[in-house]
Each structure stands twice: as C-alpha cells, then as structure tokens.
T-cell receptor, first 110, second 110 residues
Framework: NAGVTQTPKFQVLKTGQSMTLQCAQD?????MYWYRQDPGMGLRLIYY???????DKGEVPNGYNVSRLNKREFSLRLESAAPSQTSVYFC?????????FGQGTRLTVV | SQQGEEDPQALSIQEGENATMNCSYK?????LQWYRQNSGRGLVHLIL?????REKHSGRLRVTLDTSKKSSSLLITASRAADTASYFC??????????FGKGTRLSVIA
C-alpha cells in the first residue's frame, strides 16, 4: 500500500505565482487534512475535509483553497504565493482515530 | 490556536536512559495521541489513549493521561539512538480534526 502520497516533494515559487499541491490516499479514509509545519510552530491545520464533498477551514486558511476531488484526492491551491507561505506542507488522512501522513512538500516562495 | 503544548521543547539524553515528555492541552478531549517525526519526514502514529484511560503501554512506550490536569506524558524506556526524533501530542474531541502541539525534539546520544 502506498498510504498517503504527496506531490511534488520540493517546489520553489516566485511571489505571486500559483500552484497546486496534490494528495492522494489509498486507504479509503473519509477524512483528509492539510497542515503546514514551520520551525517552532508544530503543525497547524489549514483546511480539512471530513468526507467527500465537504471542506472546512482550519486554523490558518488565508491564502489557500482546497478541493476534495473524490474520496481519494484532496488538493491544496495557492493562488498567489507569498513568502509567508514558505513552509513544509503535510497531507494526512484518517478513518476514525489514527492519522496517516504523507512525506511532505517543502515549498519555498522567493 | 494550538491545543497541545509539549514540554520540554528539547531533550538530550544518553542511550539507555529513559526519556519523558509532557503534553498539556486546553479543552476537553476524546482521545490523545502521540506521533513521532524523523527529520524531514511525515509523522508516524505511536500510541493513542482515550479520555477514560489513565495509562497505556506499547513496547518501550508508556503513556499516561490526567484529564483533571489536562495533561499527558510519554515515557520512552531504555532509549536508543534510533529514537532521536521529534515527538508530538495530538488531541481530538470526537469527529474533529487532530490538533497538534509544537513538539519535543529528542536527541539520544550513543
């Protein structure tokens, strides 16, 4: 099983560019999440999707949009990247309790 | 704002010693989980303790939960160099997203 797969692993953007981070899970989980991790800040929730067709804001949603394309896929879009969005982004999925994480996308905005 | 706060922020011990990390949280929970993150990787689930449990063991891990103090501790016994990682607590209140603390960085020196 692949578990949770994120693409790309690394990305450098210029300020104002847009991009979409992709996430797919093969565990038939209902819930999917996007977190960002910054030094000394732990993981902060950006958006989540409790089930196919629903999305909700987390703690730090500004500057991001999401799409729950189907049960497997949950994408995160930066419409106009800013240096403050330089971070490591993690996608996770969950059925009831335990969460499974992807390997992360390291994004740098210059 | 983040629910959990781990203490200490960083911990350095010798191989064979025990490592204790603490987590405090703010609101009522259903479950508390501990995750491990190796440098540059995604988080991996270690152990879960439910709000009606006081102690749980898994291999060299022992977790306690005191809901009256809103705190939990993770004990790793007989630590090994391979235990070097960051450790995070995460809480949920039923069908809510996991909320993570800022983590404890553990260094085990061989």
């Amino acid at each position: 099983n692949a578990g949770v797969t994120q693409t790309p692993k690394f990305q450098v953007l210029k300020t104002g560019q847009s991009m979409t981070l992709q996430c797919a899970q093969d565990m038939n989980h209902n819930s999917m999440y996007w977190y960002r991790q910054d030094p000394g800040m732990g993981l902060r929730l950006i958006y989540y999707s409790a089930s196919e067709g629903t999305t909700d804001k987390g703690e730090v949603p500004n500057g991001y949009n999401v799409s729950r394309l189907n049960k497997r896929e949950f994408s995160l879009r930066l419409e106009s990247a800013a240096p403050s969005q330089t971070s490591v982004y993690f996608c996770a999925s969950r059925l009831n309790t335990e969460a499974f994480f992807g390997q992360g996308t390291r994004l740098t905005v210059v | 704002s983040q629910q959990g706060e781990e203490d200490p922020q960083a911990l350095s011990i010798q191989e064979g010693e025990n490592a204790t990390m603490n987590c405090s949280y703010k609101t009522s929970i259903n479950n508390l989980q501990w995750y491990r993150q190796n440098s540059g990787r995604g988080l991996v689930h270690l152990i879960l303790i439910r709000s009606n449990e006081r102690e749980k063991h898994s291999g060299r891990l022992r977790v306690t939960l005191d809901t009256s103090k809103k705190s939990s501790s993770l004990l790793i016994t007989a630590s090994r160099a391979a235990d070097t990682a960051s450790y995070f607590c995460a809480t949920d209140a039923g069908n809510t997203p996991l909320v993570f603390g800022k983590g404890t960085r553990l260094s085990v020196i061989a």
